[in-house]
């Protein structure tokens, strides 16, 4: 699920064979290809995983491929976007004012996070690139089993382990090539085989290459 922020001025957005309109800015439903055009524009673009509590949210916001967003909705979310904060552990709360602003319903009290669940948090934080994530393992380092975490886990954050693995390293990936490293050096920085296996991820996960997210010379 994709959610795009003309930033300082309207995009261009196509849904399949449709047509191009202009809006401010458009939440795409799952698997719908899209294409925009927001050539000379600055642009917030933010990838929602539809399994998490939010996303499950704005899913049933769709009466269609895509749902505009008006200007001043745009402008709600726009002055609370700062790209290097949402990438942070301000980034739930920013998801949470979108499904707000947009007309979502979700649940007003946060999710209780199990103590269990909230070191393991800790350990994937701390965890070097080439360390072992793997359920059975982590489960092991909590004091539980492999079948009782994965259910507290996905209680807990409103997502699976495996897709919460897979976007912390997109995000590890996407933080270290905004911040100048190569797409190698991002690659392992993530926990990447290489930047191939890198590329690949961005594409099937995001429809995009890595490369797109470099800054501009």
């Known amino acids: 699920m994709h959610l795009v922020l003309g930033l300082d001025g309207p995009v261009r957005v196509r849904a399949g064979a449709g047509p ?3 809006m401010a800015g458009v939440l795409t439903a799952p698997d719908v290809p899209h294409a925009l055009d927001a050539e000379g524009r600055d642009v917030l673009l933010v990838f929602l995983d539809p399994e998490s509590e939010v996303g499950a949210a704005l899913g049933a916001l769709f009466t269609g491929a895509v ?6 909705e745009r402008d709600v979310l ?10 942070g552990s301000e980034g739930v709360a920013w998801t949470r004012l979108v499904a707000e602003a947009l007309g979502a319903g979700t649940s ?10 909230r070191k393991v948090l800790r350990l994937l934080r ?30 807990s954050i409103g997502l699976p382990l495996r897709p919460y693995l897979a976007w912390l390293r997109l995000q590890r ?7 100048g490293m190569s797409l190698g050096e991002a690659a392992h920085a993530a926990g990447f085989t290489d930047s191939a296996h890198m590329s690949r991820t961005f594409r099937r996960m995001l429809g995009m290459p890595p490369s797109a997210l470099r800054p501009p010379p």
């Open 20 to 22: 191009w309109e202009s």
């Open 126 to 155: 701390d965890l070097p690139p080439e360390g072992d994530a793997s359920l059975p393992t982590l489960a092991a380092q909590v004091g539980l089993s492999p079948g009782r975490l994965m259910h507290a886990f996905t209680e």
């Open 108 to 117: 007003s009290a946060p999710r209780s996070i199990h103590p269990r669940v």
């Open 67 to 72: 749902r505009p967003i008006s200007d001043s």
């Open 78 to 87: 726009a002055r609370e976007a700062e790209p290097a904060r949402l990438m």
């Open 173 to 179: 990936a996407a933080a270290g090539i905004v911040s």
